[in-house]
């Protein structure tokens, strides 16, 4: 159920208190996957957003 230290315990090792604290770290390592994956949704529209800022702000070309 569980990998701690390198140790694998599975549901039947773990006392009830045990159960929901294990159910607590899955949730908050799925929390970190979000939020990294947020993180970089959120670099990228930064990005973008710089970029489209850096166009604007370029002289534009005159066609001769």
């Given at each position: 159920m569980i990998t701690i230290d390198g140790v694998e315990y599975t549901e039947e090792d773990?006392?009830?208190?045990?159960?929901?604290r294990a159910g607590r770290i899955m949730e908050l390592r799925s929390e970190v996957v979000r939020l990294i994956l947020a993180q970089?949704?959120?670099?990228?529209n930064i990005r973008f957003h710089a970029q489209q800022i850096k166009a604007e702000m370029e002289p534009a070309e005159e066609d001769e």
């Open positions: 773990l006392s009830e208190d045990a159960k929901i970089r949704e959120a670099d990228q």
